[in-house]
């Protein structure tokens, strides 16, 4: 929110400072210390209601040692972090990044599901809280969605040498250059729409899965689409 603000302040009025909030190493500090400060001045808070509130663990009698220690943490502390992470989001980064929009989409969801859960425990006395079933729907449901949408959309892409990328034939969509200081050189990279993945310990770190969506249609060759022409 406030990125867009001061960008459109600077463009606009020139005003002192705004430029500021275009670097992400400022922004990433900015909200580093927010979500720190939303820990220590809201946090407390927030678990000192939920004790008076007695929303608390409820801990099954099963003859073990030290189990009633646990009864009455605060449970739904969750609220903690998700307020640590969403407000610095919001306020500090860049709303129109679909990364972005993927993060607090992935963080509301699962956020709903663990509330749901302490919910079921705590005002319906039910310590299994929700079935594990609707749990599993509930987090492959979002791998779904966010594993389509990083497939399908265009500011999804991967960066990589231009000879790399004529050499796969994949859609290039973009153009840049970047100083290599290994061979102190300029060396020239694209960003290209691809169906590619890292994975740890796998060849390269790289894995391509179109041909495990092959039977969907929806991908046609490496690139499946036109280079972009300069």
Known sequence: MFTHLFDYLDRLYDLPGAGLFRYITFRAGAAIILSLLISMVFGAGIIRKLRQLQIG???RELGLA????????????????????????????????IYI???????VWMGVIGFIDDYIKVFKKNKAGLKGIFKVIGQVGLGLIVGLIMLLHDQVTVRMTLEEAQAEGYEITQ???TYDASTDSVKEYVHVKTTLTNVPFLKSNRLDYKDLLSFLGIMQGPGH???LSR
Do not use: W, Y
């Open 57 to 59: 663990e409820r801990v």
């Open 66 to 97: 030290g189990q009633k220690e646990k009864e009455g943490t605060p449970t739904m502390g969750g609220l903690i972090i998700i307020l640590a992470v969403m407000l610095p989001c919001l306020l500090l980064a860049r709303l129109d990044n």
């Open 101 to 107: 929009q993927l993060m607090l989409l992935s963080t």
């Open 175 to 177: 153009f840049f250059n």
């Open 225 to 227: 689409g036109s280079s």
